[in-house]
């Protein structure tokens, strides 16, 4: 079963606009939530993190938003630039398994 | 400071035929991971090495999959025989300790004819 699922394979967004990219999960007992982001023919890289006692982390122009009641987390880029055109994938781990569990990935297009 | 290194890039085999990858990890860096990435799909962890003992092994098909990390630096990922469905990306990654920020390597893309 998908433990953590990114339903939109892709999205297009204007340079310069808010980027929204969304995550749900299953588990309950995930209490740790990542983006990574990654472009072809790369590995992903860290992008950014956020623990289950926080409900939102930002870094620059990124944001991630966590709602546990809904096991909803979603990345806000802003504003967006053409060098964020890459796959994202959410991951979600509980600490005590002390392994990642990746969604799908979703496709972010920035056009100029 | 050199990330992980992985090598082949890409491999092309015919099913049944063996193949292996290797990894080098960051310096210094305990945790070490091997990851399959399927087309359209997020990576899956096949097995996690803490220095030389793997630690969690659950996901990793061992039948036909075996790796080692010999020393606790390098790894190796082999898979023998090949079967069509083995083709993806097979990923390596590596952190300084515990499994937060886990560092990848570009992957190596194998295609099972």
């Known amino acids: ?112 | 400071e050199a990330g992980v290194v992985q090598s082949p890039r890409y491999k092309i085999i015919e099913k049944k035929q063996p193949v292996a990858f290797w990894c080098n990890p960051i310096s210094g860096h305990n945790t070490l991971y091997w990851y399959r990435q399927n087309l359209g799909q997020g990576p899956e962890l096949l097995i996690r090495y803490e220095n030389e003992e793997a630690v969690d092994d659950s996901q990793l098909p061992k039948d036909r999959f075996s790796a080692e990390r010999l020393k606790g630096v390098d790894s190796t990922l082999k898979i023998q025989p090949a079967e069509l469905g083995d083709s993806a990306v097979y990923l390596c990654a590596s952190s300084l300790q515990g499994w937060e920020t886990q560092y990848f390597g570009p992957g190596t893309r194998l295609l099972v004819l």
């Open chain 1, 1 to 112: 079963d998908q433990q953590v699922k990114q339903n939109s394979p892709s999205l297009s967004v204007q340079e310069g606009r808010i980027s929204i990219l969304n995550c749900d999960y299953t588990n309950s007992m995930f209490d740790y939530f990542l983006w990574y982001k990654k472009y072809p023919a790369e590995g992903p890289t860290f992008l950014i993190s956020i623990s289950s006692i926080k409900d939102k982390n930002e870094d620059g122009r990124f944001t991630v938003f966590l709602n546990k009641s809904a096991k909803h987390l979603s990345l806000h880029i802003v504003p967006s630039q053409p060098g964020d055109s890459a796959v994202y994938f959410c991951a979600a781990s509980d600490q005590g398994a002390q392994k990642l569990v990746f969604g799908q990935g979703t496709r972010l297009t920035i056009n100029p």
